[in-house]
């Protein structure tokens, strides 16, 4: 059996520091459910657009919801498809529209239209069966204009109050459902619409307000203003959630500020293509390429500190090899040791 087990309730969770790896359609790429439990993760995020596309959250409920679909008893956080519409839909991968009612787009699966709204989100939210789920928000690049930011938070607040309606009228809430409620704050790079936005969700009230948007300006740099803004205009007693945020340097940060929930996609993505984490590595982000040469010899794990499968049982030449020749055991033992990393990463902070 692990050493590690789930201990963290839902009337808990983010009151101390926590880092939710990204089980995009149930899975995390080359591990097992088993894996992400071992490396002491407690909390995990869906994506809530991803899955509806496939298998969709119908069939996801026909199988008993996303819990006992992937066999993870620990809380799952899903996320409501808004930043996905962005992404998807702005660039033109995916063929629809975001208008004042929600978004429109055709499945890349099967050319289907979909019709996205903030009630529907909070259907699919509800057949997935997470623990806590997010409203639907538009979300926009940072450096948008500010006629775009402000009509961005007009819908973000006309769609969270139709997801709060709609949740308490036709499941109860909270009381009837056990599950959690949050918002998405947007407003771009203006600390005014920022502001404004975190005064107008906390008026509505939820349980957890999340940073939308980039967290990056265009430099790269974390927007420590903006994030700020939206902590001190957000009541102290609920958590709040940097959406998204990759970077160890940038995760410190930001729990400085006084955020204690963060995601990123990098951890895992990183590790396949041969970027790891060590605390034995000197500078702000611990990272190295293990794919370079100087590893090929070499017969420390990783992480001398570190108490995962990869570092206990595999050193760095062998970890070296396997993703050298694009063999999965490589991405596997290394994205293990990323999720146990940033796992301790943000215990240290606690």
Not at 122 to 132: A, E
Not at 197 to 225: H, R, S
Not at 266 to 288: C, Q, W
Request: net charge negative; glycine share 10%; proline share 3%.
């Amino acid at each position: 059996m692990s050493e590690y087990s789930i201990d963290l309730e839902l009337k808990d969770f983010g009151k101390v520091p926590i880092f939710l790896p990204d089980a995009t359609r149930g899975a995390i790429k080359s591990i097992t459910t088993r894996d992400i439990f071992d490396v002491g993760t407690k909390a995990l995020v869906t994506n809530t657009l991803h899955l509806t596309v496939s298998p969709g959250s119908e069939k996801i409920k026909e199988l008993g919801g996303i819990k006992k679909f992937m066999n993870w008893d620990g809380i799952v956080l899903t996320d409501s498809g808004g930043f996905q519409v962005f992404s998807l839909l702005h660039s033109k991968q995916w063929e629809g529209k975001v208008h004042d009612g929600g978004a429109t787009f055709k499945s890349p699966k099967d050319g289907k239209v979909i019709e996205l709204t903030p009630e529907s989100s909070i259907d699919i939210q509800m057949n997935i069966g997470s623990d806590i789920m997010v409203v639907l928000d538009d979300c926009r690049k940072s450096s948008v204009g500010r006629k775009d930011a402000e009509i961005s938070v007009a819908r973000t607040l006309e769609w969270a109050q139709r997801c709060r309606d709609y949740f308490d009228r036709e499941y109860g809430g909270t009381k009837e459902t056990g599950k959690i409620l949050t918002a998405v704050v947007q407003g771009a790079n203006f600390l005014d619409l920022r502001e404004h936005c975190a005064k107008a969700l906390a008026e509505i009230g939820f349980d957890g307000y999340n940073f939308g948007g980039y967290l990056l300006d265009d430099d790269g740099n974390l927007v420590v203003d903006e994030l700020a803004c939206v902590l001190e205009n957000t009541p102290d007693d609920k958590f709040n959630y940097a959406m998204g945020l990759g970077k160890p340097s940038d995760i410190i940060k930001a729990i400085e500020i006084g955020y204690t929930v963060f995601d990123t996609v990098l951890v895992t993505r990183n590790a396949r293509h041969g970027s790891v984490y060590s605390f034995d590595i000197e500078g702000p982000e611990y990272k190295m390429n293990i794919k370079n040469a100087k590893y090929a010899n070499d017969q420390s794990p990783i992480d001398s500190t570190c108490d995962c499968q990869a570092c206990k049982y595999h050193t760095r030449a062998y970890i070296h090899q396997m993703i050298k020749v694009g063999e999965i055991t490589g991405m596997t033992l290394a994205s293990i040791h990323n999720l146990r990393f940033y796992n301790r990463l943000v215990e240290g902070k606690r």
